[in-house]
């Protein structure tokens, strides 16, 4: 069973930035972050593969966005730089366990999640 913890979410003006981390127990897992905005289903953010050597970004994010992890902590990171009002949403992180390269980005595919924070960006 892997329980995990995020932090890191508030509320900041459009152009600022936040860090989310998600701190994970037990072993090391393929991971990813989710967000689900306002009335809305759940989006695909960003993944890392149990080795930190594969990365893959939704396309909304791509260039603001910089998923990254410390096997040694456990934790996974999303900084997020130039937010914008669209990117309000309650952020989730997510772990299944795969082999070391492999990346997944579909909801179902994940296994654990966290209780979500929220990320509000003002206009």
């Known amino acids: 069973q892997v329980q995990l913890v995020e932090s890191g979410g508030g509320l900041v003006q459009a152009g600022g930035s936040l860090r989310l981390s998600c701190a994970a127990s037990?072993?090391?897992?393929?991971a990813a972050w989710f967000r689900q905005p306002p009335g809305k289903e759940h989006e695909f953010v960003a993944a890392i593969s149990r080795s930190g050597g594969n990365i893959y970004y939704a396309d909304s994010v791509k260039g603001r966005f910089t998923i990254s992890r410390d096997n040694a902590k456990n934790t996974m990171y999303l900084q997020m730089n130039s937010l914008k009002p669209e990117d309000t949403a309650v952020y989730y992180c997510?772990?299944?366990?795969?082999?070391?390269?492999?990346?997944?980005?579909?909801?179902?595919?994940?296994?654990?999640w966290g209780q979500g924070t929220q990320v509000t960006v003002s206009s």
């Open positions: 037990g072993r090391t897992y393929t």
């Open positions: 997510a772990a299944v366990q795969s082999p070391a390269s492999a990346i997944r980005t579909g909801f179902y595919e994940y296994d654990y």
